[in-house]
């Protein structure tokens, strides 16, 4: 075997101790509730989607915009799955690797409900996209977890910038569950939302407890992080479709305008700058009294 293949062969440190003293009895509580509200998106009853009066430019649109929403939950599957191993090898205690644990399953959950939305929604025009059609599509969703960008961060410092992303695309998902004209896709969106506050919650916990231990160093650091994300990929058509190039802003815009016209559980591109806007401007009100400070992002708060 040659030296640089033994180099890819991970290394698995020492379990022990494998700690089952709770420490966060708040985070406990999460977990608590997340097994008291667990659901299954297989038991929403998609009919009504499938019997509504759509033409096929819209179901198609449906289908997209519901695919994509289906890639973004599944991206925060593989960065959860590194947060559990962390969690694993820095001996977090049970609550910690529970949440994780259950934060995975969570969205892989989201996930599975936004694809059978863009199914029910496809019907016999269109499909669930396990690829994107668009080139776009495909180089961008990929940098949507950058582990190498989470290794700069600690444990907690990391967990904390992540649920401001989740409190972000909670404000957009309001939105779309307003939006949303069908049963199936209301009920879908209400579920996800009531996970994602959870979610939530959880960074507030973290922040409360671990902000304070961190060094100015840090704090800089995770306010610019939270800059160059959602510069580099969320508003490049994940949350927004600003930052897309020209011919595929138009495209991605022209449909996702299209779902949500029809009330398909979308936002109109034209509202979704001040919804991120307001979302940010929140953001930085609760991280501020930590001393974190989010850079300026052009994009939403003017050149
Ligand atoms: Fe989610
Ligand atoms: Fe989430």
Redesign the pocket.
């Known amino acids: 075997m040659q030296p640089s293949l033994l180099e890819d062969i991970a290394q698995i440190p020492n379990p022990y101790p494998i700690v089952a003293q709770t420490q966060y009895p708040d985070i406990w509580g999460l977990c608590e509730q997340a097994r008291a509200l667990a659901w299954d998106p297989a038991a929403i009853d998609f009919s009504d989607l499938a019997a509504a009066d759509l033409p096929p430019e819209v179901r198609a649109a449906g289908a997209e915009w519901w695919s994509l929403r289906a890639w973004m ?1 599944h991206g ?1 599957t593989p960065y959860g799955a590194e947060r559990l191993r962390d969690a694993i090898y820095s001996h977090q205690p049970f609550e910690v690797k529970q949440h994780i644990t259950n934060f995975i399953a ?2 892989l959950r ?1 996930h599975e409900a936004s694809f059978r939305i863009a199914r029910a929604i496809g019907g016999a025009s269109a499909d669930y996209q396990a690829t994107p059609r668009a080139d776009y599509f495909q180089a961008i969703i990929p940098r949507f977890h950058d582990e190498r960008e989470e290794r700069q961060m600690s444990f907690f410092g990391g967990l904390a910038v992540n649920t401001l992303f ?1 409190q972000l ?1 909670g404000e957009l998902l309001q939105a779309r569950y307003e939006n949303a004209q069908f049963p199936s896709i209301r009920e879908a969106c209400r579920l ?1 939302l009531r ?2 506050a959870r ?1 939530v919650q959880f960074g507030r916990l973290i922040m409360r407890r671990f902000f304070g231990e961190l060094g100015d160093q840090e704090k800089e650091m995770l306010g610019a992080k939270v800059s160059k994300k959602l510069r580099g990929s969320l508003l490049n058509g994940v949350y927004a479709v600003v930052n897309l190039p020209d011919d595929e802003r138009k495209r991605s815009g022209h449909n996702r305008a299209l779902a949500a016209q029809w009330g398909l559980g979308a936002t109109h591109p034209d509202e979704e700058i001040a919804i991120i806007r307001r979302g940010v401007n929140h953001i930085r009100a609760d991280v501020e009294p930590w001393g974190v400070s989010i850079p300026p992002i052009p994009e939403i708060d003017g050149a």
């Open positions: 939950e925060a969570e969205e989201h989740e695309s996800i996970d994602e979610h």
